[in-house]
């Protein structure tokens, strides 16, 4: 039972569209603990699975998956997942915030290569 005067997550109706992607050495399986916790807050949840093909390709699922959700939607990414949701966001109207969690946030034009020797990664996920 609910104390007089609060309300429940689940039932508040702020209700946000949610986003998770995935770093360049994961899948979208790793946001497995986090989703149930976010939906049952009352938001929509969708943990995209990038194909790892390219920053290009990567940022298209993102895309996509935005288009999907449809209205205000939150981008959350993890270490390369950052840099994904930052182009993917990019004059996206329906995108309304970027949250980094322990991910790599390039400026406009910035390479991930001034954050990371590109020797140490596969050479894909440095092609746009």
């Known amino acids: 039972m609910q ?6 997550m689940s039932n508040t109706t702020n209700a946000t569209n949610i986003i998770l992607v995935h770093g360049g ?3 979208g399986s790793g946001w497995s603990k986090q989703i149930p916790i976010l939906k049952d807050a009352g938001h929509r949840v969708v943990a995209v699975q ?3 093909t390219s920053l290009s390709d990567d940022v298209e699922t993102v895309k996509r998956a935005v288009e999907h959700i449809g209205g205000p939607t939150i ?3 993890h270490s390369y997942g950052g ?3 930052t182009n993917a966001g990019y004059n996206n109207p329906n ?7 322990a991910a790599f946030a390039p400026d406009e034009g910035q390479s991930l290569s ?3 020797n590109p020797a140490n990664f596969p ?3 440095f092609n746009a």
């Open 50 to 52: 990038l194909p790892l």
């Open 123 to 125: 050479k894909e996920l």
């Open 25 to 27: 050495w994961a899948d």
């Open 3 to 8: 104390p007089q005067g609060t309300q429940s």
């Open 114 to 116: 001034t954050f990371v």
């Open 83 to 85: 840099a994904v949701i």
């Open 75 to 77: 981008l959350v990414g």
């Open 95 to 101: 995108v309304t915030g970027l949250v980094y969690i």
